[in-house]
């Protein structure tokens, strides 16, 4: 099992630009379980690595990190984006499936 994990977050709904997508992560790997709160329902756990979140430019940068600290990870490649191009006269065309 590894300590942490590195991966490269995708694009949320609410974005439409790709300009902070070039980012890597290194989180922590939950050590505790998460329960609710009696009182107020919130949800938490006693394990405060878990609410720590670093970001680097590079791959190469986190897994070093890792390294460094004595840390074992586990790195997830991103998917490669697929395009479709598309462009205005296709609205139109014949051949069309409606």
Same mark, same amino acid.
């Given at each position: ?11 949320? #709904?609410?974005?439409?630009?790709? $300009? ?34 670093? =970001? ?9 990190? #890792?390294? /460094? /600290? ?9 998917? #490669? =984006? ?6 205005? $006269? #296709? /609205?139109?065309?014949?051949? =069309?499936? =409606?």
């Amino acid at each position: 099992m590894s300590d942490v994990r590195i991966f490269q977050p995708t694009k949320n #709904a609410m974005q439409s630009g790709r $300009a902070t997508l070039g980012t890597w992560v290194l989180e922590h790997e939950p050590k505790a379980a998460r329960r609710a709160d009696p009182l107020m329902g919130w949800i938490g756990s006693s394990d405060t690595s878990s609410q720590v979140r670093l =970001r680097f430019d590079s791959r190469n940068e986190a897994v070093a990190y #890792a390294k /460094n /600290n004595g840390l074992s990870y586990s790195v997830s490649e991103p998917k #490669a =984006r697929r395009l479709q191009p598309k462009d205005y $006269a #296709a /609205n139109f065309a014949f051949d =069309r499936i =409606r």
